[in-house]
């Protein structure tokens, strides 16, 4: 391998962020690394129910990218991903052909709004910085009805963020008096509440779900959606008011075509390198939503995966360092209105015993604190996510 590497990573959310910083503290400055991604700015979409129901601007928890790289010895390059060429080491972009000697795939996922019918035009986005704000005002404007929060049918490995809303929405209409007006719903495709948190979390869960008296929905199927109605795989249909959703996930379109990915789009990897399975040439790495391998798609594990892929990366440029073992686990802080949060935090996708379960103002407090951490410090955590809470 040359003296002189060019990395490029492409994305630019937590995982990509990450990468890019291990990476630059790793290497000198004789190796070149660059970041590409299709916005000039990243946000962080887990703060997105303070955007919804607190005075929170989505400017406050938005990363100028450009400015965020300044002076680091990181190249920010804004530029959508067109294609990759394996056989050539070269990444094709909307301006032009940029070569590589290793390259990162923390590209994340597209949601799949076609896959599902109605879901762009009558659902409300949970997850879209583009559709945020019209979800804010759908949600704040309501004061009586049906609402479904969930998940559409076809592979969505993130449940979190309609439960949130949904607990954020009890909250407020409790604190309005208007909760005899409302019924609330979550609907999944699977058979248990955050499968990946194990069952002490889907325990905890299914009690949270009755104390708010919200009606839940396993093992149902959302397959398509009219201005009036959800309907559902086995044939039922249910009324409602606003539906928040996640539609199916699927890799980017950028990929099609490379030769890296699975039939849903994303790229398979080595849980133990993070190197793409389908690496022709044994140089390309993919982390957070962007892989293929079995578990949710948090940020949490983004961050695990990143620290992985350049620990490995700067060992075989260097033959120094150590690689981490990559131990999958469950971390997340649920938001629940009022100030309060729930951390749960689980071992249970690896085997391990280990369980957390807190409720109350100190999680959500350390939740925004990660993340107002993460912006000052410009991505640049280390392993500040194994630390705190979140």
């Known amino acids: 391998m040359s003296n002189n590497s060019t990395i490029i990573i492409v994305g630019a959310s937590f995982a990509g962020l990450k990468t890019a910083w291990d990476l630059r503290h790793k290497l000198s400055s004789d190796h070149r690394i660059l970041v590409f991604s299709n916005k000039p700015t990243t946000t962080i979409r887990a703060s997105f129910p303070r955007v919804v129901f607190e005075d929170v601007k989505l400017e406050d928890i938005t990363i100028d990218l450009a400015k965020n790289f300044e002076g680091t010895g990181i190249e920010f390059i804004c530029d959508p991903l067109v294609s990759v060429d394996q056989e050539n080491d070269v990444i094709v972009t909307a301006a032009g052909r940029y070569e590589y000697d290793f390259l990162v795939l923390a590209t994340g996922a597209r949601h799949a709004y076609d896959e599902l019918p109605g879901s762009r035009e009558f659902a409300l986005s949970v997850c879209d910085p583009a559709r945020i704000m019209e979800t804010k005002e759908a949600l704040l404007n309501f004061t009586g009805g049906d609402v479904y929060g969930g998940v559409g049918a076809g592979y969505t490995p993130c ?232």
Not at 322 to 335: G, N, S
């Open 159 to 390: 449940d979190g963020p309609p439960m949130e809303m949904l607990m954020d929405l009890d909250h407020r209409l409790r604190m309005l008096g208007l909760r005899d007006k409302a019924n609330l719903h979550y609907f999944t495709d699977k058979g248990r509440l955050l499968p990946p948190g194990g069952p002490q979390v889907w325990e905890r869960l299914e009690c949270l779900f009755r104390e708010r008296e919200i009606h839940v929905h396993l093992n149902v199927d959302l397959v398509r959606l009219d201005s009036t109605l959800l309907h559902f795989k086995d044939g039922a249909t249910k009324p409602y008011d606003l539906c928040l959703l996640i539609p199916p996930y699927r890799g980017i379109h950028a990929l099609e075509g490379s030769g890296l990915t699975d039939a849903r789009g994303f790229v398979p990897v080595s849980p133990q390198t993070m190197r793409a399975d389908k690496s022709t040439r044994y140089n390309v790495y993919a982390v957070g939503d962007a892989i293929a391998n079995p578990g949710p798609k948090q940020g949490h594990l983004a961050l695990i995966q990143a620290g992985v892929a350049a620990a490995h990366l700067a060992w075989r440029i260097t033959g120094e360092g150590t690689v981490p073992a990559y131990l999958p686990e469950f971390k997340c802080v649920m938001d629940l209105g009022g100030g309060h949060g729930l951390y749960m935090y689980s071992q249970w996708l690896s085997d391990g015993s280990v369980v957390e379960i807190q409720s109350g103002p100190e999680p959500y407090a350390s939740k925004i604190r990660f993340e107002e951490m993460l912006c000052e410090l410009r991505g640049d955590i280390g392993d500040l996510h194994l630390k705190m809470i979140k």
